[in-house]
């Protein structure tokens, strides 16, 4: 319809760009690296395809694994440019940096739907702050060059070294006996996981239909007046019905826990508990109302999550595995505060910390 059709974003923004920015990738990498002109468009077009990849990773882990996924443009540039060790880390370099950016532009897209803001507005407003960006990144990287050394023991930058090792190791180097048994195994059970998704939703989709059919069959058969002792998710809640959507005051388990425990509201003690019972509740109903197929799709892991699971070190993984743990424990006990709060205190952590890095790297920049 011509209301859709003013949501989607013309070939006219986004063509242009890409065409330039081809251009000056193919004309400014050439001669300053010493590559073929199809060498650079080569790079661009790999760059497209990991770009998907890099997408569909952070839409489903919250992680662009830009560093990984990276890798598969080396490998191409291996057969393009054979013992060419520079061209293989620019070619990997422009991979990285498309993947990145439609990392970016998938979640800022996605915000602005939510927003209600056209896809052009937006795409102006990100071609602006990118304009405003530029000088402030190469400031602060000029910032934090002065302050430590990179490479170095304070900012020892590892994924370079990966990168190098991966540029050597595809120019000529060699992995492990027996490397390749791994990496088939690893792929074909990466490869299943998703198909086996798609199976189980299919399934779930065919279960929450015949379930609501039954509901229909049964509410038309009941005289009028009477509720039916199912509700359209499958929970069974005898004459009432557990939302989550509904208030503290107004939810099933507030009023039992009202009935149960006529304490003062003022009492941390008594708070506590009733938060307690409040958990206990929730967790009794959604183990109710779920099938075993439910429960597989909520269990079943991510090739890519756990792929990323292995590309980062400790120090990132553990911190957001507490994070998570204090995030569903917030939730389950809270979920009003948790929907009021917790992305303000999340992102008030993660400025905080940035913050408070460029502080450090401006006082320890003049000290030096």
Partial sequence: SKDESSWLLSGKFWVPGLVVSTVLATVILGPLMGMPLHEPLIAVVVALLVALLAVRALGQTDLNPVSGVGKISQLVFAVVSPGAVIPNLVAGAIAEAGAQQAGDLMQDFKTAHLLGVPPSSQLIAMLLGSAVSVPLSVGAYLLYTSAWEVPGPTLPAPTAQIWLDMAKLVNGGKLPDHIGPFCAVAAAIAAALPVLQHLLQRLQKRQLLGRQRYVDTTSSQQPHGMPSTVDGGGSYTGYRKY????????????????????????SLLARCRLLIVHAAYRLWSTWRSRTLVDWVLALLPSGVGFAVGMYLTPNWTVPRVLGSVVDQTWLLLDPVSHAAFMMVTASGLVLGEGCASIVTAIVHAAMA
């Fill in 243 to 266: 939302s989550d959507e509904m208030g503290p005051s107004g939810s099933l388990s507030s009023r039992y826990i009202s009935s149960t425990y006529s304490v003062n509201r003022q």
